[in-house]
């Protein structure tokens, strides 16, 4: 009997972009990467959009059993993506969850397997049933919503905007 251990939860739906809209705002290039962001800036979100928002993402994580007490949104910023702009390896630290909306492009997100380096080193590359990455198929208005500590790139490869955001929760 097969089974599967060690399973990181992530979460896809859809955001109604007509009620999360977020109006634009200067950007910066931030990271190595350069990307156009409003990271480290206050990004203004309306009440009706933070809570379609939070809708959302409490009914996820509330109907897999992860809702706990006091959840509540850390920084949101938009990243603003030329067709050869990407994002470095990285995670989301000190926060339990993160998102990323799809405002205006095609996801180029690519989050890697926790065990890329065992898989690698004990069985190599493409063993069927030990993927080292998963690439969403999500597009405008979709959202994922993942464990902050998975990490996570961008590829190349899009010419528009994301919405991004960690949320806090209480666990203990």
């Not at 309306?46 to 920084?75: C, T, W």
């Not at 995670?91 to 993160?98: G, K, N």
């Not at 493409?126 to 464990?147: A, C, E, M, Q, T």
Request: hydrophobic share 35%.
């Amino acid at each position: 009997m097969k089974k599967e251990i060690f399973a990181i939860p992530i979460f896809e739906d859809v955001i109604d972009l007509n009620i999360f809209k977020v109006p634009k705002t200067p950007v910066k290039e931030t990271w190595d990467s350069k990307v156009k962001t409003t990271f480290g800036t206050k990004l203004k979100v309306s009440d009706a959009a933070f809570k379609h928002l939070s809708k959302v993402i409490s009914k996820n994580l509330s109907e897999a059993g992860l809702m706990a007490k006091s959840p509540r949104f850390g920084e949101i910023w938009r990243n603003e993506y030329n067709e050869h702009d990407y994002q470095d390896v990285h995670c989301h630290p000190r926060c339990q969850w993160s998102f990323i909306i799809y405002e205006t492009v095609y996801s180029k997100t690519s989050f890697l397997n926790p065990s890329i380096r065992d898989i690698q080193n004990q069985l190599g590359e493409y063993v069927p049933g030990f993927d080292l990455d998963y690439k969403p198929n999500l597009g405008p208005g979709s959202i994922i919503i993942f464990p902050s500590f998975l990490m996570h790139m961008v590829n190349s490869g899009n010419k528009g905007s994301t919405i991004s955001g960690n949320i806090y929760i209480d666990y203990f």
